[in-house]
């Protein structure tokens, strides 16, 4: 184990979190495994945050830290944006939820099909995983088909249909370019896993046979134009244009993921690539940092939940969907967002993993920055990462290493070695980033 002023990594951590580690052991009593999110859990503890602003996180025990993984990309204003706070207290005072619409709900959805073509009609959601459950269900009623795809090692939240094939085995999942369909958690049932159909991501040749295979079957394609939780990995144009052909010719709907990638551009990463989805699954920053996701696309597809002429063939409940607090603050947020703020961060996000290809270079060590504007992720490996498979391929014990080694040097990121950006940050923050990961190497 690395050491770090005569102490491993760890112990260094250990001492620097002493009260994230007695309220660990409080939480443990009330909570399974003191966490309520099993995203943000890593051995031996998590920090314990007590506040944020702009770029920075603070936790209980009075470590400062630049937060490079913005709870998991969704806060793209950082902390407490006072846009963002000024709208929320506006509204918090005048109510929070109601067994009613809002106008709040009609200008965010105007916002948001105003920059995502694709988008006539939207539904909003209180998670991604509800907006992906119900952009499934619409695309098998539209069908009438019962199976859906999905690239291995995609992560669309937690649903049923979703929770196949999330981080497989590959000794268990069998081919790379034929890979088995293997659920991602106990109690996902064997005729759940039997409707999904599992491809290789960025595998245009491979993916195209196992979609023809089934094509009578297949409902939907869902994908992520970046593959996020297995390493922020960008689809290959050719790839997603292939795919967009391939969907139509057999009368199978393509959902795009854009809920991590709507950050990249004004029209998300459909509007980069030039790809028109049928269905659009979206979440992170259009709720401005509140519970808010959606689901929107074609408009004679999205009449599936029409109530107007009675009860509709698929009807949507939620206690908290469209809620004001998340649509105030969602909105603020994209009112924030420029032309300028998109292509600036992006820019800053290229300029990071150039940096760090050239420190590891300079080091002589073995290692891979994948992404997209501004996302990236670390890989220690010489393998070029393409799929969930190369991803694979990485260094565990390194990369837990250098994560604690971040940690200790003031940076946040996700263990998983995820990062992405903030408006608030700059040069200042991206140098730090490079020396924090310098020093880690080094320790």
Do not use: W
Request: net charge neutral.
């Amino acid at each position: 184990m690395a050491k770090v002023y005569g102490k491993t990594v760890i112990e260094e951590y250990l001492s620097r979190n002493r009260r994230s580690k007695e309220l660990h052991e409080r939480a443990r009593s009330v909570l399974p495994g003191g966490i309520t999110r099993t995203s943000v859990y890593f051995d031996p503890f998590p920090p314990y945050v007590a506040r944020g602003l702009g770029s920075r996180i603070t936790d209980i025990d009075g470590n400062e830290r630049i937060d490079f993984s913005n709870n998991y990309t969704s806060l793209i204003l950082g902390h407490c944006p006072p846009s963002v706070v000024a709208a929320v207290q506006g509204q918090v005072g005048r109510g929070s939820a109601f067994a009613a619409p809002t106008p709040h709900e009609v200008g965010l959805a105007e916002r948001i099909i105003g920059r995502v073509p694709s988008v006539q009609r939207i539904r909003f959601a209180s998670s991604g995983t509800e907006a992906v459950m119900f952009a499934l269900r619409l695309a098998r009623a539209r069908t009438g088909r019962r199976k859906v795809a999905k690239a291995e090692g995609g992560f669309h939240g937690t649903s049923e249909y979703a929770a196949v094939s999330v981080s497989p085995d590959p000794a268990e999942a069998g081919d790379a370019r034929s890979p088995a369909a293997l659920p991602a958690a106990s109690g996902v049932t064997d005729g759940v896993v039997g409707d999904v159909v599992v491809f290789p991501f960025n595998d245009g040749e491979a993916t195209e046979a196992i979609i023809r295979r089934h094509r009578e079957d297949l409902a939907a394609v869902i994908i992520e134009p970046v593959l996020g939780s297995s390493g922020m990995i960008p689809a290959r144009r050719d790839y997603l244009e292939r795919l967009r052909d391939l969907t139509a010719r057999h009368g199978i709907l393509l959902i795009l993921d854009e809920i991590i990638t709507l950050r990249l551009a004004a029209g998300g990463a459909q509007s980069l690539y030039g790809i028109a989805p049928d269905l659009t699954v979206m979440g992170k920053i259009i709720g401005g940092g509140y519970p808010v996701a959606a689901f929107g696309g074609r408009a004679e597809i999205m009449a599936l939940l029409d109530p107007a002429g009675g009860r509709p063939p698929i009807p949507q409940s939620g206690t908290f969907n469209g809620n004001p607090i998340g649509m105030v603050a969602g909105a603020a947020t994209l009112d924030a967002l420029t032309p300028a703020d998109y292509e600036r961060l992006n820019t800053m996000g290229d300029d990071l993993r150039q940096r760090l290809r050239a420190l590891f270079a300079r080091k002589g060590v073995a290692a891979q920055v994948t992404g997209m504007g501004s996302l990236l992720n670390l890989h220690f490996t010489d393998v070029e990462v393409t799929d969930f498979r190369t991803m694979r391929t990485g260094d565990a014990g390194r990369l837990r290493r250098v994560f604690f080694g971040l940690l200790n040097e003031g940076i946040f990121v996700a263990p998983r070695g995820m990062a992405c950006l903030s408006t608030p940050m700059g040069e200042e923050e991206i140098a730090a980033f490079v020396r924090a990961v310098e020093r880690a190497l080094d320790g």
